[in-house]
């Protein structure tokens, strides 16, 4: 059979490609379908399964059941979305304050005892976060001091971390912790309580004591 004057090879084999692909794209959106459809199905089982357990005298029609079962699930699912935004938010948060730097010149002028008594002298006028940064200050002029980090008007805090765990890394994991507390107080606007205030100021003075020094001459 001889084929149509018109008739073009190339255009031919890239229609029956395109009929392919659309094929193999219906047979994967079927299944994909079909995995989550059955998936749902095994959640509303389980749901109607602990109602039916839990809850055995309550007369709940079928169709209401599988409503509320439903229901159920949608709200794990937007509790677990608003778990995951909330993550990463918070890692966002955290990585762009630890490119932040946090010391001016006059602060760094200053010594680990004036920042102790600052943040004495804030505390008690009832301003927390003011007296964690002067403690957070005190701790990186304290470790600068100790020659574990050099103190810089540039410097962040993922700088000092990063400087620790090459010089002092038993300091380093402590250190972030601290950092991360006073950026979310500080800077994160989470509130500061006193008892809070209190524990950070304690692992401050910890972190000096382990290392040599004696904390309580510094207050």
């Known amino acids: 059979m001889t084929p149509p004057k ?51 005298d309550l007369d709940i029609p079928a169709s209401v059941s599988a409503v509320l079962a439903y229901v ?12 995951v935004i909330y993550i990463v938010n918070h890692l966002l948060r955290h990585q762009h304050l630890q490119r932040q730097a946090v010391i001016s010149s006059r602060e760094l002028r200053q010594s680990v005892v004036d920042h102790l008594n600052l943040a004495a002298e804030c ?10 940064r002067h ?5 990186i002029l304290y470790l600068d ?30 250190f972030d912790q601290l950092a991360l507390k006073f950026e979310d107080g500080y800077y994160g606007g989470k509130l500061i309580s006193r008892e809070d205030y209190h524990r950070y100021r304690q692992r401050v003075l910890l972190l000096m004591q382990r290392e040599g020094s004696d904390a309580d001459s510094l207050v």
Request: proline share 4%; net charge negative; aromatic share 12%.
């Open 6 to 56: 018109n008739f073009d090879p190339a255009v031919a084999a890239e229609t029956i490609r395109n009929i392919l692909a659309e094929r193999a794209y219906a047979i994967y959106y079927e299944e994909k379908t079909s995995i989550l459809q059955d998936l749902l199905a095994k959640l509303r089982e389980k749901i109607l399964y602990l109602l039916d357990k839990f809850l055995p």
């Open 72 to 83: 159920v699930i949608a709200f794990f699912i937007l509790l677990l979305a608003g778990c």
């Open 123 to 132: 505390a008690a006028g009832e301003d927390l976060p003011a007296a964690t």
């Open 135 to 139: 403690l957070f200050l005190a701790c």
């Open 145 to 174: 001091q100790a020659g574990y980090v050099q103190a810089r008007l540039w410097k962040t805090n993922g700088e000092y971390v990063e400087e620790l765990r090459a010089g002092k890394p038993t300091l380093a994991t402590v």
